[in-house]
């Protein structure tokens, strides 16, 4: 386990001279738990067409989905670069798309339907006032009933030292960021800096 661990781990610090990518993402999965629980979760959705990561790094989560076709959207191009890449290694084979996307300069201008879509990692970094009506946007215009919205909350505990250096942190409940009726939800933990999974099934279509 922490051989196959550090293999990666190295690999991937190896891959960022190249790509020159964030430091941030040389950890490998085995090292973040939560992500393979992601992992487990999308791949036993009954429905497996198309799923959107907004934010997806090196493609951790959406790279070892079992999906037919997989959005891989990102701020960062040379991450996206490395990404794909990586993917074409990958048993896994489904249609890609690589793009630079960020999710408050950006709007989803397509009518795709989304299977699953994946905020992990980063909601933190702004407020639930300025994502809340971009998060709306997508339920109500790229999803349908029994799909799922998965993303993260960092408590406000005082164990939680999580990106304290990064700058500004807001500490998010779901329904900061989700109008909780809409959804069956389930909430996953135990993971590092108290950090919280949230497994949210849309329970019917909205109404615009």
């Not at 006032?129 to 946007?137: E, F, H, L, Q, W």
């Given at each position: 386990m922490y051989i196959k661990m550090y293999f990666k781990k190295t690999l991937r610090i190896i891959l960022r001279i190249f790509f020159r990518y964030d430091w941030w993402h040389t950890s490998?999965?085995?090292?973040?738990?939560?992500?393979?629980?992601?992992i487990t979760e999308v791949n036993k959705h009954n429905s497996r067409d198309l799923l959107l990561e907004i934010g997806c790094g090196l493609g951790d989560i959406i790279g070892n989905s079992k999906f037919q076709n997989k959005l891989f959207y990102d701020t960062d191009q040379n991450v996206l670069n490395a990404?794909?890449?990586?993917?074409?290694?990958?048993?896994?084979?489904?249609?890609?798309?690589?793009?630079?996307?960020?999710?408050?300069?950006?709007?989803?201008?397509?009518?795709?339907i989304y299977d699953v879509v994946v905020l992990v990692n980063w909601l933190h970094t702004y407020d639930s006032?300025?994502?809340?009506?971009?998060?709306?946007?997508v339920v109500n215009n790229n999803m349908?009933?029994?799909?799922?919205?998965?993303?993260?909350l960092i408590p406000p505990t005082s164990?939680?030292?999580?990106?304290?250096?990064?700058?500004?942190?807001?500490?998010?409940?779901?329904?900061?960021?989700?109008?909780?009726?809409?959804?069956?939800?389930?909430?996953l933990d135990g993971y590092r800096f108290d950090r919280q999974i949230v497994i949210a099934k849309l329970r019917k279509f909205i109404v615009k």
């Open positions: 490998p999965i085995e090292n973040r738990k939560y992500v393979n629980d992601i990404a794909r890449f990586i993917h074409k290694f990958r048993k896994l084979k489904s249609h890609n798309e690589f793009k630079v996307f960020d999710f408050l300069k950006h709007s989803i201008k397509d009518s795709r006032v300025t994502v809340a009506p971009k998060i709306k946007a349908k009933k029994d799909s799922l919205l998965i993303f993260d164990s939680n030292l999580f990106n304290r250096s990064a700058g500004q942190f807001f500490h998010h409940s779901v329904g900061d960021l989700i109008k909780e009726k809409d959804f069956d939800i389930k909430i």
